[in-house]
C-alpha cells in the first residue's frame, strides 16, 4: 500500500520523505489555509520534494472553472493531481481533464455509489473520508471495503485513497482490505511508527549492553 502525507505543510512534508517510506501527498483547501500561502505558491516546491503525484484542489465548483482551474494546476507540474469534489460538475470536469491526460483525484467522498461514478467519470483516484463518517457513527472502512470490491469487480484503474485519516488503525484497515493509499498526517505516521513495548524493549537492550561493557 502506498502512504501519501495529507499536508502542506513544507516542514511537515520535509519531515515525512525524510523517513524514506511516503509515496505522495494530498493536500486540500483547509490545509492550505493553515499554512497561509496560496497552494500555486507551495505547489512546485511540494511536488519537487515528494517526486511522486501530489494532489491540489480547485476552488471553482462550476465545471468550466473546476477544468480552467486544473489545467492551470496541472501545467505547474508532472506530478500535479487535479482534485476535484464529488459534485455533478465534479463529474463533469473530472471527464474533461482526464480525457486531456490529466490525473484527477476525486475527493469528498462518502458513499460506494460516488466512488462507482468517480471511477465511470476516468478518475485516477478516489478519496473517501473515512474519519468523518466514523464521526458521525456510520462505518468509514466498511465504505472503503464496499469501493475495494466494487472495483476489483471490474477492474477500474482508479485507485482507491483513503482519506481523513485519524489514527494507524486507519491505515491498517485500509492496508487490510487492499486499498491503494492511505494519506496520512504526520501524526499519524509517527503514531504507525510506535509502540511503548518497542521503546521499553530498546531501553533494556541499552541497558543490558552497558552492563556488559560497564
Ligand atoms: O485528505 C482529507 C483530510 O485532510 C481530511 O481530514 O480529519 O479533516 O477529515 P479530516
Known amino acids: 500500500m502506498k502512504i501519501f502525507i495529507d499536508s502542506a505543510d513544507m516542514g511537515e512534508i520535509r519531515e515525512a520523505m525524510s523517513w524514506g517510506i511516503v509515496d505522495g501527498a494530498t493536500t486540500n483547501p483547509s490545509l492550505?489555509?493553515?499554512?497561509?500561502?496560496?497552494?500555486?505558491?507551495?505547489?512546485?516546491?511540494?511536488?519537487?520534494?515528494?517526486?511522486?503525484?501530489?494532489?491540489?484542489?480547485?476552488?471553482?465548483?462550476?465545471?468550466?472553472?473546476?477544468?480552467?482551474?486544473?489545467?492551470?494546476l496541472a501545467a505547474m507540474h508532472e506530478h500535479v493531481v487535479v482534485k476535484c469534489p464529488m459534485t455533478a460538475d465534479g463529474l463533469v470536469a473530472t471527464r474533461c481533464l482526464s480525457e486531456e491526460g490529466t490525473r484527477v483525484n476525486v475527493t469528498l467522498i462518502f458513499q460506494p455509489a460516488q466512488a462507482l461514478l468517480?471511477?465511470?467519470?476516468?478518475?485516477?483516484?478516489?478519496?473517501?473520508?473515512?474519519?468523518?463518517?466514523?464521526?458521525?457513527?456510520?462505518?468509514?472502512?466498511?465504505?472503503?471495503?464496499?469501493?475495494?470490491?466494487?472495483?476489483?469487480?471490474?477492474d477500474f484503474a482508479t485507485e482507491v485513497l483513503v482519506a481523513s485519516v485519524r489514527?494507524?488503525?486507519?491505515?491498517?484497515?485500509?492496508?487490510?482490505?487492499?486499498?491503494?493509499?492511505?494519506?496520512?498526517?504526520?501524526?499519524v505516521i509517527r503514531q504507525m511508527m510506535k509502540h511503548p513495548l518497542t521503546d521499553l524493549g530498546l531501553e533494556r537492550f541499552l541497558a543490558d549492553h552497558r552492563k556488559l561493557t560497564g
Do not use: Q
Not at 476516468?122 to 470490491?149: C, H, K
Open 32 to 72: 492550505v489555509a493553515k499554512t497561509g500561502r496560496p497552494v500555486e505558491e507551495s505547489l512546485v516546491e511540494i511536488c519537487e520534494l515528494v517526486k511522486g503525484p501530489v494532489s491540489a484542489e480547485v476552488i471553482a465548483t462550476d465545471a468550466e472553472g473546476m477544468i480552467a482551474e486544473g489545467r492551470k
Open 118 to 154: 468517480a471511477a465511470k467519470a476516468g478518475a485516477a483516484y478516489v478519496s473517501p473520508f473515512v474519519g468523518r463518517l466514523d464521526d458521525i457513527g456510520e462505518d468509514g472502512m466498511g465504505m472503503v471495503a464496499s469501493i475495494v470490491e466494487i472495483f476489483s469487480n471490474f
Open 167 to 187: 489514527g494507524s488503525f486507519h491505515a491498517v484497515e485500509a492496508a487490510r482490505i487492499g486499498a491503494d493509499v492511505a494519506t496520512c498526517p504526520g501524526s
